[in-house]
């Protein structure tokens, strides 16, 4: 469930969802992670921008970057060096 969700970020930073995918894209956002860093990464929310047409090719570039990112940690942690995923330890979310 959570996973179709993830998918919605794409529609969400292009600005295509429906009001209501939208709402229930935001409750998602609100507890994963994944979906904040990629917005972070994106540096802004197009909701709250001008109604003009989003770059959404660059936007596109951006997250598969972000996805190809992903995998290398996920190697990195395979041949060992495991502290690429020990930089979130110390932090709570309330
Ligand atoms: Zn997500």
């Not at 197009?46 to 995998?71: C, H, N, W």
């Amino acid at each position: 469930m959570a996973k179709l969700n993830c998918d919605h970020v794409i529609d969400y930073l292009n600005g295509t969802l429906s009001k209501e995918e939208q709402l229930e894209f935001e409750q998602h956002l609100k507890t994963c992670t994944d979906c904040q860093e990629i917005i972070e990464m994106t540096g802004d929310l197009p909701y709250l921008a001008d109604p003009v047409d989003p770059p959404a090719g660059m936007k596109a570039r951006i997250l598969s970057t972000v996805f190809e990112e992903e995998q290398k940690k996920s190697e990195e942690v395979k041949r060992g060096t495991r502290s690429a995923y020990h930089t979130k330890s110390g932090e709570k979310e309330e």
